[in-house]
C-alpha cells in the first residue's frame, strides 16, 4: 500500500494570472482610451471593453489573493472549488485519465453516478457537464491551464490512489 504524505494542492499559477492581469489592465486602458473619442459607438465599445476587462482584473485579483486552493487532491476524493460540489469521495469516482484537447490538458472524471453529480451543480457548471456528456465526454473534467502544479502531477498522485483501491472483482 502506497503512503501519501498529505493532499495535493493546486493553486493558481502566479505567472500566468500576472501575465492575464496585465492584458486585463491593457484592454481596459485602451476602453478607457476609447471613451475620449468622438464616435459614439467607440465610447460605447470603450465603456464595455472597461466593464468587461476591469471586471477580469478583480476577478484575477481575487484567485491570486485566495486562501483556499481551488483544487485539492486528497485521499478522501476531489475538491474543485471552482466547481462548486464540495468533495467528491473515490467511492463516487470510476476512473480517471488525462485527455488533451488543442495542446490543454484536461483531468477526465468518470462518476460512477453522473447525474448525482451534476445535481449538486449550480445552474452554469450543470450546463457544462450536460453540454460536455452530450459530445461525448465526461461531465466533469478539470482544467490546468492556471494552475499550478500540472496536469502530469495529478495524474500520477491519482494513479498512486486508485492503485490502493482493491479491485471490485477481488475479495
Known sequence: MTTHDGPLIFRASRPKQLLLMLLALAMSGL???????????????????????????????????AKEPPLVLSQAGI????????????????????????????????????DSLLARLSFWPRLRGRLNRSIGWTPWSISFNDLEPSPEAAMA??????????EENES
Open 31 to 65: 476602453g478607457l482610451w476609447m471613451t475620449t473619442r468622438d464616435d459614439i459607438e467607440a465610447v460605447a465599445a470603450g465603456w464595455v471593453c472597461m466593464v468587461f476587462f476591469g471586471g477580469g482584473v478583480l476577478l484575477i485579483v481575487g484567485r491570486v489573493l
Open 79 to 114: 475538491e474543485d472549488r471552482r466547481l462548486g460540489a464540495g468533495l467528491v469521495p473515490w467511492s463516487e469516482i470510476a476512473d480517471v485519465g488525462l485527455v488533451v484537447v488543442k495542446s490543454r490538458t484536461f483531468l477526465a472524471i468518470e462518476l460512477v453516478d453522473e
Open 157 to 166: 498522485y491519482v494513479e498512486s490512489l486508485l492503485g490502493d483501491r482493491p
